[in-house]
């Protein structure tokens, strides 16, 4: 049995990062600092549109708003972190520290299936029953659903964050990432993990299986109801208020899927190279989804990219 002395030796984490490839640590603090300024640009612009447009304020641009919301979030809770990292010899973190960023990382990666799901249902109201979509969707409806997401997510992350930091940890605390990822934490504990397991697997049926099917069926009912209007222009007109979303569904479940389901090498050489394509991967889905995020919904949709321009030539005429 593992004494309260030894659960206390460690009171802080050492993050490996990328430590064992230094000539890539500039390049990538160069590249992550660049992506992570488009970031808080982009979503910061998106924002700004869907708040003070008036022609914006519906329930999808709602959902928007609230999405570009949280990649900032998300995004500010680990890469000041990985940033600093890049620059300072010894990476390391405080317990307190890890547990704010675990929770956080969760919460938001959480929420934003959720939020994914609402944005596909949403979709699925006005192409498939846009008659009723006024009544199914009014404000009293998408307010308390968008608020539900950040609950649920926030909930979720609350439970996974406490039940594994509230584990012993027996001297090891150097975390194979540059981040507190739950699953490296986890990796350190000295302790059966079988409760963290069965909860994360519950977790992650409810946050990723349940969203994930409902947002396939949402899909299939509407490419249905689409393919039914007779004319090519109004088939393309209703494709293309729902491609920009299914574009970032299909790069956020994507990556997850990829991270999570490959298989594992089992030979050294394959290990070291799958652990640096796994870091990679992570990076990605932390950092360039939520960058492409407001690149895809400004290309893509035809009222976003009119409210931006509106925006440019009301900043240019107001100087």
């Known amino acids: 049995m593992v004494s309260a002395n030894q ?15 230094p000539n890539l640590e500039k390049t990538f603090f160069v590249l992550i600092l660049l992506m992570y300024m488009a970031i808080l640009l982009g979503n910061g612009v998106l924002i700004l549109v869907t708040v003070s447009n008036s022609h914006l304020h519906t ?15 998300y995004t500010t809770s680990s890469v000041p972190l990985i940033l600093d990292s890049f620059l300072t010899p010894r990476k390391t973190i405080s317990f307190s520290a890890c547990a704010v960023q ?18 596909a249902f949403d979709r699925y109201v006005a192409i498939c029953n846009p008659l009723r979509y006024p009544v199914v ?44 990822e739950i699953l490296a934490v986890l990796k350190l504990t000295c302790a059966d993990i079988s409760v963290n397991v069965i909860s994360m697997g519950v977790t992650n049926v409810i946050f990723l299986g349940v969203p994930v099917l409902f947002i396939s069926f949402s899909y299939v009912f509407i490419i249905a109801t689409i393919l039914r209007i007779p004319s090519a222009e109004g088939r393309k007109k209703a494709f293309s208020t729902c491609s920009a979303h299914l574009t970032v569904v299909v790069i956020f479940y994507g990556t997850i899927l990829f991270m999570y ?30 960058m492409l995020n407001p690149i895809i919904y400004s290309l893509r949709n035809k009222d976003v990219k009119a409210a931006v321009r509106n925006l440019v030539f009301q900043k240019r005429f107001a100087f």
Not at 7 to 21: N, Q
Not at 59 to 73: A, E, H, Q, V
Not at 166 to 173: I, Q, S, T, V, Y
């Open 59 to 73: 329930p999808m641009y709602f959902f928007l708003g609230n999405l570009s919301f949280l990649d900032i979030c």
């Open 7 to 21: 659960t206390a030796s460690v009171t802080e984490f050492v993050l490996l990062g990328f430590s064992a490839y």
């Open 261 to 290: 389901g490959k298989p594992k090498s089992k030979d050294a050489l394959g290990e070291d190279k799958e652990d640096l394509a796994d870091k990679l991967i992570s990076l990605f889905y932390g950092v360039v989804t939520p």
């Open 137 to 180: 969707m009014s404000k009293a409806a998408y307010v308390p659903m968008a608020a539900s997401s950040w609950v649920a997510g926030s909930t979720a992350s609350m439970v996974q964050t406490s039940l594994a930091m509230r584990l012993p940890f027996c001297g090891d605390n150097i975390v194979n990432h540059f981040t507190c």
């Open 102 to 119: 675990m929770f956080l990382s969760f919460a938001m990666g959480a929420t934003e299936c959720v939020l994914l799901s609402l944005m």
